[in-house]
Every structure is written in C-alpha cells, then in structure tokens.
C-alpha cells in the first residue's frame, strides 16, 4: 500500500497538486489494525494521512457535495447507496440536507460479491463437463482459471442480455466446452445467495 501510495503521490504531483496532507478512504470492514495499516503505509509513503474515512462515507459525501442546490434544509432526503463489487458488497443509508450528511446506517459483507456467483456457475459447468467428457476442469489449474475467466465475462454478459455463450476451446484433454445460459438459469441458481 505504502508502494501504491507513494505511485499515486508522484502522479499528484505531476499534475501540480504538491499537498503532502490526504485523506483515504478504507472499507466499511476495516479492523482497528487494518486501520492503522493504512495509516502506516501513508507514513512510508512521506504522506501525512489526516483523516481515515469509511468509503460508503467518502460516496454519500461526494453525493452530498455535488446534490447542495438539489437538497431541502427542513425535508431531508433519504439516499441507499449499494455497492456490489468482485469480491464483497456495502449497503448505506444516508440522509441529505444542504448543509449536512448523515449516515444511517452501513453495513458490508466482505465476501459477499460476484466471484460467488462465479463459483456457483463454475461448479454447476465443471460437474457438467466432468460427466460428459470423465474429466474436471475444476481440479486443474489452467482449466479452472480459463473457465473462471469465461464465466465472469458470460455473467457480465448476463447483466445487459438475456442469454449468451460461454466457450472455452480444448479446455481439457482436448475436449471443447460450449455450453448455452439464459439469465434465468443463472438468476436461479444465485436466488440462495441473493436471498
């Protein structure tokens, strides 16, 4: 992080913004000592850290700042930011006036994201694929990381359409893997996890 943050300095400074003062934003989730990593990592870096925030704070702050003339002072306005990501999701409420952000309430799940449905898709394909052909890609580690590969961008592909291809050619033992999904089949079988 220290390495990072002090790529991220020079960048700054490049564009003419020498501030040696920050604030960074860290996950909803993070431990006392995750906390505290973070701001040992600004001291390595030659960055004085004069704040930490949490980040689902850092987003109602920016969407506060940037919403002033669209906000009531007696009627607040009440925001739920959701932040889905690869690998953990965030939920916060917040409320709005011109003059002040509150937060309600946040809570996060630090693995709960889409690798999960990934996994759920990889599993279901992998034991398809073992049946038809005696072999399972998901015990191998070239096989496993190009089916991983093509099932995150099938369910990219998943979010805007209603169905798509997934294919990975001479997956293993030369064997072809080409399977057809619908979004509903992958909205079925990720309801558990939803839920």
Do not use: W
Request: with cysteine.
């Amino acid at each position: 992080m220290a390495f990072y943050l002090k790529r991220a300095k020079t960048y700054f400074e490049k564009a003419g913004m020498n501030s040696k003062d920050i604030v960074l934003s860290v996950p909803t989730y993070a431990s006392n000592a995750e906390r505290q990593a973070y701001l040992d990592a600004a001291e390595i870096a030659g960055i004085k850290c004069i704040k930490l925030i949490n980040e689902s704070t850092a987003i109602a702050l920016n969407y506060g700042f940037f919403r002033k003339n669209d906000l009531d002072e007696k009627k607040p306005k009440k925001v739920c930011f959701i932040d889905f990501g690869h690998s953990k999701s965030t939920v916060t409420f917040a409320s709005f006036k011109p003059s002040k952000t509150t937060i309600i309430c946040s809570h996060s799940n630090r693995n709960l994201g889409g690798r999960q449905f990934d996994y759920l898709l990889f599993n279901l394909l992998g034991g398809e694929f073992e049946k038809k052909y005696g072999c399972d890609p998901r015990t191998a580690p070239k096989p496993r990381l190009r089916m991983l590969e093509a099932i995150e961008k099938v369910r990219k592909l998943l979010t805007g359409n209603k169905e798509a291809d997934i294919s990975c050619e001479s997956l293993m033992e030369d064997e072809d893997f080409f399977r057809h999904i619908k979004r509903e089949e992958l909205e079925e079988l990720i309801q558990p996890v939803i839920d």
